[in-house]
Structure formats: structure tokens, C-alpha cells
């Protein structure tokens, strides 16, 4: 776990995500220069043992300039059509910079609806590691051929947070057009601060974000503080380096003063608890009642039947609900029982379940195990 700019050397997986901003060229389309010297900062931490996932922007904005669509605002079909058009050539670009090391590449297109579903999660965790068995550098991006908002991860800084997850990485590292997060905004303010390391992120630093993003790009300041929070909660560190200057990914790897460095927490989430609190998407609602919310809160238990009060939506066994007491939503679980079988057991002891349900499979109705809290308990007291 990295806890110190001195822990970065332990890094043995790193996801590299590369903002649009930096790939893609309103004149040109994609900027070959920049991508060979960001590949061969890649290929000298390969060559010292690293394996790295490339999470890449830049097939919509590829597409534009190839269309000539600059200038326009583009329906959802029109952008699914630049993804189409621009993600080979992305991909094209990335070959050939991969191939002046002698290193193969691999695509991996991936939506939000492929990682809420738990198999898919596992099988693009298991490509993945049979690809750096190989000494292959999977490239990923979203499906924006396919994408639409239901399924859409809003941004690459969030998918590459995920990715991390995924792939089980040390570091997730955003390189952009700025050097890391600033006390200020460094375009209006020359005094502005970097801030070199963040052990907690607070709503200060969301303030210091504020919410602009290039003209190229979706993932303003705010989306990469989004992003760390996310990785960092799993025990993945997060990084924002300025890919302007070459050696920047190496420096932030050999410790130096390099960018912002996100510190892991000590609370940070298991794997699949992390998969359930930021990915999974609840198809319901369970209301419970003091008693259960104290128990879930203070005293790391399971929901048992008794402490629900009400149930909304229709849902099957595994899926995912939200958690409801007098105050809001404070936690996420995957069920036991189906939304009908709950209606019927709600308010009665575990003990009851057989005798109303005809069967009982579990005392529980959500297991601690999977289930994670969503709210800050200390603040709310």
C-alpha cells in the first residue's frame, strides 16, 4: 500500500490514463509525438519489471477531426460514429510506438454495464493478467461505439480509477496538461501552489478543483479528484503528472517531487466490496429502522428481516439495493432474498423465514460481507 513517496518504488502495476487534451490535435488528429515519448517512458519501467495498463481518451476526438465535425455539437449516434472512426487510428498510433520496444498491445474496449456485471468483471480481470503474462500492454478505452449515458462511465479519469480495480494495480496515474492539483488556478493565479501530497481528500481540495476541463476533453480537475477518491478508497494510490515534459512517469516512480500523489487510506474497501459501493448499480430501495441502522452503522452486523420497515423496486437474489434509515441512504448490499421474498419476511425474526418463505437459506437478508456503508458515520454524528 502506498503511504509515502518513498513506497512508489515497491509499485510492480501501474495504470497509465492519458487525457484526450494530450493525444489528439484539432488540425492534425493524433499526435504521434506525443504518444512515442509517453510509450517510451512506459518501456523503461517495463524494462525495470513494471507491468502497465494503458487507459486511453482521444477516439471521439479523432473521429471529429477526421470528419470535420470541430465546430458542432454532435448527437449520441454522431459520437458513437467518431468513436468508430477514431479508435483504430488511436489504436494504430499506439502500435507503432509499442513496436519501436519490441512490445505487443492488446485493445480492450470496456462499459460500465460490463463491469457492474460480476463475471464480466472477473473475465476482464483474467484477460488481463494472461496479457502481462505475456509481456503484452493492454490499451484501454470505453465502448463509445456502443456506449450510451445509462452505461457510460462520464469520464476516462473514472474508468481508469476502475481499471485499477480491476487489474488489481499499485498507482493509478492521470497524465494531463497540468502539473497536479494547485491551491489556486495556476492560469489566473501565478502565486498558485502545487500540492504535493494529499493523505485525504477533503471538500477543500474539491473546491481547488473547480469544474474546467480542455476543449478536447470531458475530465476537468474535479473528475481526476473523483477518480482518486475511488481508487484510493480501494487501496490503489492515484497520481496527477503533467505529460507536457518528458520524464515526468519515470520521476513520479523513483519518488521524486512529481505532481499531486493520492495517499491509500487505512479504511480502504476490499476488492468486492469497493466493486459493490462504486460500480454495481442498485435496482432498489430497502427502508429499515433504527434499530437495524445502528446495528449496520456502529456494530458491523448483517441486515437482518426484522429491522425492515419497507421495500421498493423488483429485484432477484445478488442484485444490488440501497440501504434506507430516517436520514437517507447509508449503505449498498447485494441481496439474499428477492424484492417478494423480503416483503414477506420484513419485520419478522431470521428464525420466522422458514415458516413464511417455505425454505431458508439464509438468517440474513444482506450479509456483512456484502455490504459497504456509503456515508461518512462520523460526520453525521
Known sequence: ??????????????????????????????????????????????????????????????????LEWLERQ???????????????????????????????????????????????????SNTSETLFSVGVVPIVNENDTVVVAEIKFGDNDSLGALVGLVVKADLVVMITDVAGLYDSNPSKNSDAKRIGIIAELTDEHAEMAGDAGSSFGTGGMASKLSAARVATSGGVAAAIISGKETGGLSRLLAGEDEGTLFLCGEDRHSNRKHW??????????????????????????????????????????????????????????????????????MGHASDEIESILGFHDFTSVIHRDNLVITIDNKARE
Open 1 to 66: 500500500m502506498i503511504q509515502s513517496r518513498s513506497d512508489l518504488s515497491r509499485c510492480r502495476r501501474v495504470v497509465v490514463k492519458i487525457g484526450s487534451s494530450l493525444l489528439a490535435d484539432a488540425k492534425s488528429g493524433v499526435r504521434q509525438d506525443v504518444i512515442d515519448h509517453l510509450v517510451d517512458e512506459v518501456a523503461v519501467l517495463m524494462r525495470l519489471g513494471l507491468q502497465v495498463v494503458i487507459v486511453t481518451s482521444g477516439s471521439v476526438a479523432l473521429g471529429r477531426v477526421q
Open 74 to 124: 454532435l448527437s449520441v449516434h454522431e459520437k458513437q460514429a467518431a468513436a468508430a472512426i477514431g479508435q483504430p487510428k488511436l489504436m494504430d498510433a499506439y502500435g507503432q510506438a509499442f513496436e519501436r520496444h519490441g512490445v505487443s498491445v492488446a485493445q480492450m474496449l470496456l462499459t460500465k454495464d460490463d463491469l457492474r456485471n460480476r463475471r464480466r468483471y472477473l473475465n476482464a
Open 276 to 345: 459493490i459501493a462504486e460500480v454495481v448499480q442498485a435496482t432498489g430501495q430497502v427502508y429499515i429502522d433504527a434499530g437495524a441502522s445502528e446495528a449496520l452503522l456502529n456494530q458491523s452486523g448483517s441486515l437482518l428481516p426484522i429491522g425492515i420497515v419497507a421495500v421498493e423496486g423488483v429485484f432477484d437474489k445478488g442484485d444490488c439495493v440501497e440501504l434506507i434509515d430516517a436520514n437517507g441512504v447509508i449503505a449498498k448490499g447485494l441481496c439474499n432474498y428477492t424484492a417478494e421474498e423480503m416483503r414477506l419476511i
